[in-house]
């Protein structure tokens, strides 16, 4: 059977399965999106994209954009960052605030909640939050090559009213000396990077410079795809990323849009979408999908 054949077999499959999960409600912009929405789209390293379901709806990419805020500044400050953040998984929840007492305020990783204010705290040094977000906004649509993707200031606003546990991680990083700018900037513009949207056609474009493709612009050293690719698989679905590892095999960010960027290096940049959520904030249908697209493709990294 061809991807493309596969692909709309795998939008039937998980469509017929029942199990959805439930949207983010803390966030009560999310919570008003239906969850029984499926889309899929692949890049391939020849430049063809492949889709089926709702592959142009536009979601949340949320926590997702934290890799993209990663790439654009280990470009600027490079190994510096490691000083302020770790590169071990947590086994914690993305927003939790436990280790982060033990450890005086160095984060675990980038991709859990205090890790990435702490990035977009990098993002802001000598620039205006406005300046910060054109920054990772920018970095998206040259990687995808489409101007189109925007912020959807009304999911910003929403956060922003409900964000108490990432407040209290930014004043909690900033005691530490960890934060260098005003706990409220950091966090209004993480809100409105996290408030990025994007559908999957454009997502998996975008991604295409983290899996290396032959067709992606140049972005991003091999050192630095190598590097995200790594702490994707280890910390990208947070204390669901060894579960993630065993059924999927592939480096992979989620977000609590719903939204899953998947990375075959040098051969395919897959994103996903499917609203309801696991139990770890990741995309129920849309781990599924990736388990099985990974079966017809043989794309895991350990073979
Ligand atoms: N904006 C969300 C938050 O900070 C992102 C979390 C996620 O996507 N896992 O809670």
Redesign the pocket.
């Known amino acids: 059977m061809e991807l493309q054949d596969f692909l709309h077999d795998l939008n039937r499959q998980i469509r017929d399965q029942g199990d959805w999960g439930k949207v983010?409600d803390?966030?009560p912009e999310l919570g008003r999106v239906a969850p029984d929405q499926f889309g899929i789209a692949v890049a391939l390293a020849d430049g063809k994209v492949l889709e089926a379901g709702q592959a142009r709806q536009g979601f949340?990419?949320?926590?997702?954009?934290?890799v993209f805020a990663l790439a654009c500044v280990l470009g600027r400050i490079g190994e510096q960052l490691w000083s302020r953040v770790g590169r071990e998984p947590s086994g914690d929840r993305?927003?939790s605030i436990l280790l982060l007492e033990q450890e005086k305020g160095r984060p675990r990783n980038p991709f859990i909640?205090a890790g990435?204010l702490v990035v977009t705290d990098e993002l802001l040094t000598g620039r205006s939050p406005q300046q910060a977000l054109s920054e990772v906004v920018g970095f998206l649509r040259q990687a995808s090559g489409d101007d189109a993707i925007h912020i959807d200031k009304a999911v910003a606003r929403s956060?922003a009213q409900t964000?108490h546990?990432?407040a209290a991680l930014a004043h909690y990083l900033r005691s530490f000396g960890n934060l260098k700018n005003p706990p409220d900037h950091v966090i209004g513009t993480?809100?409105h990077q996290?408030?990025i949207e994007m559908d999957c056609v454009q997502l998996a474009l975008a991604g295409r410079v983290i899996a290396g493709l032959d067709c992606a612009p140049a972005l991003l050293s091999p050192v630095k795809q190598r590097r995200i690719n790594a702490l994707m698989m280890t910390c990208g679905q947070?204390d669901g990323s060894g579960n993630f590892a065993f059924r999927v095999g592939m480096p992979a960010k989620?977000?609590?849009?719903g939204?899953l960027l998947v990375i075959a290096p040098g051969r395919a940049s897959i994103a996903i979408w499917s609203p309801g959520l696991d139990g770890w904030?990741?995309s129920l249908a849309g781990t599924l999908a990736a388990e099985r697209l990974a079966e017809f493709t043989g794309w895991s990294v350990f073979g």
């Open positions: 983010a803390y966030i949340s990419i949320q926590s997702i954009s934290k993305f927003d909640n990435a956060e964000g546990r990432n993480y809100f996290c408030a947070y989620s977000g609590v849009g939204g904030g990741n």
